[in-house]
């Protein structure tokens, strides 16, 4: 699942080729995925042109000239693509629209669980949790003192919080393992045994550890002028590494798959395991 790098560097990217550029055609494969009709998208887009690319925690919004935005939730399995007309289609390419580059920004999704909107720049809270969501981790406003204030109505595993969207936009399962490790926290920690000290050291890691990855994303995403992937995560220090060493400490990676989700942890830097956890 895409999170803040590989989203950040996707939009880098369109911003440095795509924007200010025209639509020149639109091809709707698989219309399942679309939130507003097909048709709405293929009549209308043409012509349209690229502003400046943005991203609100798992959205990539394209605002184009005629004050509309097509929003795209990638969700599970959603890339993007920015390639030749002449590259083979992925499977599961359900969007393609001709820019006047010569290239197709291209929409793809082995799951089909993503959701793409087109709506007025006014109209962004009509997609839904837009606006019970919290806000994107990396939005200006979002300080310190904010994720302190936001965190204190949440309980539970640390974890849990700071994937749940309703706090923070833009941090999923991989990342919060990376983010968790960095602030050497246990990720089954209760938020209510965390001291003030290590709520704030969370945040600050949160930040370095998306701004370390989000190059590292997108040079495995981009080659020169082309945008063509899988996501491949093989710079992470613990997610997905059980049985591999610590890079900070060298203990053995520990684990845990629970509810369909991995979660990852050096039980040496980051005390305070399950196990820990029922003995107290
Ligand atoms: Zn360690």
New binding site residues.
Partial sequence: MPEIPELEAIRGFFNEHIQGHAITSVETRIPFIFRTPASELRETLAGDTFGEVLRHGKFVLFPLASHRILAINPMLTGRFQYVEPAKKAAAKTCLVLGIDTGRQLRYADDKLMGKVYLVPVAGLDTIPNWATNGPDLLAPSFDEDAWLKALRKYRGAIKNIITNAEFVQGIGNAYSDEIL?EAQINPYTPKTQLSEAELRKLYRAALTTMAWATPLARERMVKGDVLDYDERRDFVRVHRRGGQP??????S?SEITANQRITSY?????PGGPAELLNR
């Fill in positions: 490790w610590c890079p900070r400490c060298g203990t990676i050096c039980r040496a830097c980051q």
